[in-house]
């Protein structure tokens, strides 16, 4: 299930979609695509608390918010995917043992859910209504709320890994580096940082002079709109990552496709 946003896929959108942000209007668009995805998946919704009746669900408000549908199936089929994928990526990077992990921008728990059995996870997330949730909800998670800059709310190298799934795909450049330095911070000597971001992968989505500036290594960033949210997106060319938001690291793997967009596994030097 891609997490790119609401409006990536079809490039002959994207021209009517960059005047509606110039115009401010997405927040209209976006409530009515979410009445349409709500008639869409009420019945189909239903059927799942059905099946499920001790899973604790979100509101479809916020699935939408968050991760652009209104689909608990989606919602949970890939929380349980992606915490497969990462629990390897720990295993891989940290070996077999424990370990502290945080979840920033948890959201509301898709993937921190399946992962609190295998690790100790704590979550951060910039909007307090998804840790307010999680707290209530879901009390065997840490979930904390934090500003839209550093800092987050540990000590300094109190974690083993921290995984970030969409969320430098919707920072300006400035935030961004911030964010890296805390997550130095707060990284353990040779800790790992899961992260993913809007890459060669993802520039269908780009109109034509978007595409132009970012083949020439310039990073595309979507504004208009709140930063931080989903419809505040950035697309960062690789030479941009390597050479200056992720210059401070050591990568470890990546570009790679993974979870609808460019996974990179960077490690603390």
Known sequence: MPLQGVYL????KQPLLAIARRAYLLPILEAVRF???????????AQFKKEKPDFVCPSTWWMHDMYAHTDLDVYYESGVTHATVLIDLLRRHL????FD?????????RVTRHLRDKHRVVAFDA???????ITAKLPNISAYAHGPLPPLPVDDSCLDAIYAISVLTHLPKADAQAWLT???????PRGIFVCTVHGVGQV?????????????????YRGNVKRGSRNY??????????EELFADFSIEEGPKQEFGQELWVLRKN
């Not at 896929?9 to 002959?12: A, L, S, V």
């Not at 070996?95 to 424990?98: R, S, Y």
């Open 9 to 12: 896929g079809n490039t002959m």
């Open 35 to 45: 009445a349409v995805l709500w008639l869409k998946t009420h019945k189909r919704n």
């Open 95 to 98: 070996g077999d043992e424990e």
């Open 101 to 109: 992990v945080a979840d920033w921008g948890c959201g509301m728990a």
């Open 127 to 133: 909007n307090k209504a998804a840790t307010d949730w």
């Open 182 to 188: 805390e997550v130095s911070r707060v990284l353990r």
């Open 204 to 220: 269908q989505s780009l109109t034509h002079s978007e595409r132009a500036k970012f083949d020439l290594g310039t990073p595309i």
């Open 233 to 242: 997106a950035t697309y960062l060319p690789e030479e941009f990552l390597r």
